[in-house]
């Protein structure tokens, strides 16, 4: 890769995080004139924890724009016909903006909805998989977390099925999800979690 090819990757990645530093709860509550769901709930800045203390409205249009956040980038880097590894790094690095958010003092969500995002632009069929996993065990047992989890340890091993190349970040991807449920992990264990 030259100087001149590595320009547009790069600025493309920095896009990439600082799009995903947008706390779209953050911001839609502040919209709707709701508490800072960082203060309510679990804390967390997404789309459960607001459905949960907020409102449907607020939920939903909050896991539309954490989405929108891993699939844009993506959506753009295939646009600009960037290496197949900048592509996928793009979700990973709107999932990081998610997570550790630049404007938000790096306290950000788990990145559920940024990761499926992510991976509904990079690989449609996968993003259907991991939307069917959710909703099923989401259905079965109301818990969040737990159908977060069972997606992310599946998202390796689908995607290694339907193609390769996306492998080694959307493992990465995955890991950081899990990593970043440790509390909600804890919880499951003692039986405590707090369901749909």
Not at 183 to 189: A, E, G, H, S, T
Request: aromatic share 8%; with cysteine.
């Amino acid at each position: 890769m030259t100087i001149e090819s590595s320009i547009p990757a790069l600025l493309t990645l920095l896009s990439a995080y600082l799009l995903g530093s947008v706390s779209s709860a953050v911001v839609v509550c502040q919209f709707l004139g709701l508490e800072d769901p960082r203060t309510l709930g679990s804390n967390n800045p997404g789309a459960t924890n607001v459905w949960r203390t907020g409102s449907r409205q607020a939920g939903m249009t909050t896991l539309v724009a954490d989405i929108l956040k891993g699939a844009l980038p993506v959506w753009l880097a295939q646009q600009l016909k960037l290496d197949n590894l900048i592509v996928a790094s793009c979700g990973l690095c709107a999932m990081l903006g998610h997570l550790y958010p630049l404007y938000f003092r790096f306290r950000g969500g788990k990145g559920v909805a940024t990761f499926l995002g992510a991976c509904l632009a990079l690989l449609p069929i996968l993003a259907l998989c991991q939307i069917g996993i959710w909703l099923l065990l989401a259905g079965l047992f109301r818990l969040s977390s737990q159908a977060s989890l069972a997606t992310a340890v599946a998202t390796p091993l689908l995607c290694w099925w339907l193609t390769p190349t996306y492998l080694p970040v959307l493992s990465l991807m995955s890991l950081l999800l899990i990593v970043r449920h440790r509390d909600n992990i804890r919880k499951l264990l003692q039986g405590n979690e707090s369901r749909l």
